[in-house]
């Protein structure tokens, strides 16, 4: 009871910081110029927004099929590839940036066996994507000091702080022998639960991982590639409306605020992104309206390339449902 009233409370708080970034934003904005800017979008390079966001999407799901193979599951990247457009589609109605992530696990752990490989693929699948981001967000940092360009001093202790996180934690989850200890802390009759079972297997196999270093770097160098996608999305979202600007001021924007939003503070990260992308772009020249649109056209692009997930989640709901009556009848 009191973990689902926290949990509202939680998703209700991040709603309203969501609304109120967004209000606030918009205070600034001239909003009859970013109606004019979204209503006269060229097609031609929303199709290209389409066609890239897509890619991103291939490439994901081959990129996750290097961690499932790296436990000897051997899923086809046309299924994976579905995944992840369900994954994709209903993720922009949740609350957080991982909702999608669980949805994809819990519909894979329903047709193999070991449920725990496939959850820990994907705790590796974000950690690595967490690094790659960190990396690509130092390069955009040092992007600003080469363009002479100021910002708060705040967003670097902000990257750092991560960096610093991640570079501490990482390394002490990967410790058996100290996470053993921690595990015998438990009581006996929750470790005899099967959530607690299920934890702990999981456990076991993200530790595992430890031993694929060279599938791990591999992985690292495709999600620093990976990371270059929502660069291209942004910059083709800006040529959409007819904002044009140097590649090298959306690897200065985009790293950081990619960043950022990965932190969970507000309903699927709307409005801290909004609110990012104005800041950022607009000390590299951009108008406040015309950086808002961009990633106002970014949403609606990833919402109108996810839309074959739905196709597909009402095909998989249906097929359930037909075998379930099947068998009742």
């Not at 949990?7 to 209700?12: E, K, N, V």
């Not at 390069?139 to 360009?149: D, G």
């Not at 100021?150 to 996470?179: N, Q, R």
Request: glycine fraction near 6%; include cysteine.
């Amino acid at each position: 009871m009191y973990k689902w009233i926290i949990q509202r409370y939680s998703m209700l708080l991040k709603i309203s910081f969501s609304i109120f970034i967004i209000v606030m934003v918009l205070h600034y904005i001239d909003d009859e110029k970013v109606v004019m800017l979204l209503s006269s979008v060229d097609l031609e390079w929303f199709a290209y927004l389409i066609v890239l966001i897509t890619i991103d999407r291939l490439f994901m799901a081959y990129k996750w099929s290097m961690l499932l193979e790296a436990k000897g599951i051997k899923v086809p990247i046309v299924k994976l590839l579905k995944l992840y457009y369900v994954g994709t589609f209903v993720g922009v109605f949740l609350p957080t940036t991982v909702g999608g992530d669980m949805l994809r696990v819990y519909l894979l752990s329903n047709e193999v066996e070991r449920a725990e490989d496939v959850f820990s693929s994907v705790v590796v699948e974000r950690l690595v994507g967490f690094l790659a981001a960190l990396i690509l967000a130092f390069v955009s940092i040092a992007i600003f000091e080469y363009m002479y360009v100021s910002y708060h001093k705040s967003i670097f202790y902000l990257v750092l702080g991560f960096a610093v996180f991640f570079s501490v934690t990482v390394p002490i989850s990967l410790k058996w022998g100290l996470v053993k200890k921690i595990f015998n802390i438990v009581p006996g009759r929750f470790q005899r639960s099967k959530a607690f079972i299920k934890l702990k297997g999981i456990y076991v196999s993200y530790v595992g991982y430890s031993d694929q270093k060279s599938v791990l770097i591999k992985f690292l160098v495709f999600s620093l590639l990976e990371q270059i996608f929502p660069v291209a999305e942004y910059y083709v979202s800006a040529r959409a409306i007819g904002v044009v600007a140097p590649v090298i001021v959306f690897f200065a924007v985009v790293p950081i605020v990619m960043l950022i939003v990965r932190i969970p503070i507000s309903f699927n990260g709307i409005g801290v992104n909004e609110g990012l992308l104005v800041y950022f772009f607009s000390l590299l020249g951009l108008s406040l309206a015309g950086a808002f649109s961009i990633g106002l056209l970014g949403h609606i692009g990833v919402l109108v390339a996810s839309l074959p997930g739905l196709l597909v989640y009402v095909c998989s709901v249906k097929s359930r449902f037909l075998a379930r009556s099947g068998e009742s009848g």
